[in-house]
Each structure stands twice: as structure tokens, then as C-alpha cells.
């Protein structure tokens, strides 16, 4: 009995296997919708944060690269965007957000890796709207690179602000202790000159 059951799930694994293509599989695995080979699907690290978060790109794109190596290359668009069909306070009945990210990139190679980083930024505009900028509003938003329509992953802007860390203080302290020890070595120094005399 215990052949057929081996039997049995063997059949049904190459039955799925063959039912679902590989980079399906592949996609699915990742976290990422099913959807046409040539959609990317990357990770960013954090995946969600409040303003000023830094955020990191990574993944590989398997299809369609000399499409997609177009729209990185010194993207047009380079955005989180959100769309608020009821607005937001301050902002205008409807809104489809679309955040400035600070210090985008974005790199493709020619294996298909794609690195890059942003910092999500405070104020963006409401698309076929003025050019107003309104406050970052909490939101699942879709990054968009190249194009308006050129979504690459999604990110979830929490509210509130990053911790403040401050600036590296190891140079400060380096530079305090030397002098320490420099005023105790000039201070020994003069001491001993003194009592020689």
C-alpha cells in the first residue's frame, strides 16, 4: 500500500509541475503576484518605514531586460505612488500621491540583478494636479521606475519619525581622549621640569 501512496504523490507532483510554469514557481516562492514574466518583482529592505527611511532595491528580473534596462536608465519617473480616491487632510477630495524619493538609483545588470537604494521623501504631488506639495500621508505604496505604470515592488509608509541615532561620534571621542592624554603628558612633563630645577 505504502508504494501506492509513493506512487500516487509522485504522479501529482509532476502533474503541478508541469500545470505551473517554472518561473511562476519561482515568483510565487518569492512572495510575489503571478503575474507576466517580464513584470519585475523585487524586495525592498525595509519594507516599510516613515519619512527618511533609507531603503534598499534587490532581486533579479528573468525576462524582458532590454525593456526594462531602458526605463532604468535615467528614469524619468522615479516614485512611491499612492492613490487616495477620498483625499487626504490638507489635501485635495482625491489624490493619487505621488512621493519624491530622495537620492534614487537604481542599477540593472547584465544578469538581470537589480541593486539600488531611496530615502522616502516628505512631500510629494497629486498626479494631473498643481505642482502643491503635500505631507507624505501613511499608505501602501507601489514604486514606480521609468514610467508612471512601471511598478517594481511596494512599500508601506508608516507614520511617525526615525529614530534620531545622531551623527557618529568616534572621531569626537578619539579626538577628546587625545587631548586627555595630551594635557596629562604636558602637565607630567612640566611638573618634572619644575621639581629638576
Not at 518605514?49 to 522615479?78: C, E, K, M, Y
Not at 592624554?181 to 604636558?186: H, I, P
Request: charge should be negative; charged fraction near 15%.
Amino acid at each position: 500500500m505504502p508504494r501506492v501512496f509513493r506512487a500516487v504523490a509522485v504522479v501529482a507532483v509532476l502533474l503541478f509541475a508541469t500545470a505551473v510554469p517554472s518561473a511562476d514557481l519561482a515568483l510565487a516562492a518569492a512572495g510575489c503576484p503571478i503575474g507576466a514574466p517580464s513584470d519585475p518583482c523585487l524586495t525592498l529592505t525595509p519594507s516599510s518605514g516613515p519619512v527618511g527611511t533609507h531603503v534598499r532595491i534587490s532581486g533579479r528580473i528573468t525576462d524582458d531586460l532590454s525593456n526594462w534596462r531602458t526605463q532604468f536608465d535615467n528614469p524619468a519617473f522615479f516614485a512611491l505612488v499612492h492613490e487616495f480616491p477620498q483625499g487626504f487632510p490638507g489635501g485635495p477630495s482625491e489624490c493619487e500621491l505621488g512621493i519624491g524619493s530622495d537620492a534614487g538609483q537604481v542599477h540593472l545588470a547584465t544578469d538581470g540583478r537589480v541593486t539600488g537604494s531611496f530615502i522616502v521623501g516628505k512631500s510629494g504631488t497629486c498626479d494631473q494636479g498643481d505642482d502643491t506639495l503635500y505631507p507624505t500621508q501613511p499608505g501602501t505604496y507601489e514604486l514606480n521606475i521609468g514610467c508612471h505604470a512601471c511598478t517594481v515592488a511596494n512599500f508601506s509608509v508608516t507614520s511617525g519619525d526615525l529614530a534620531f541615532t545622531g551623527r557618529p561620534t568616534a572621531w569626537e571621542v578619539a579626538a577628546g581622549v587625545l587631548l586627555v592624554l595630551c594635557g596629562a603628558a604636558l602637565t607630567f612633563a612640566g611638573r618634572r621640569h619644575s621639581s629638576t630645577r
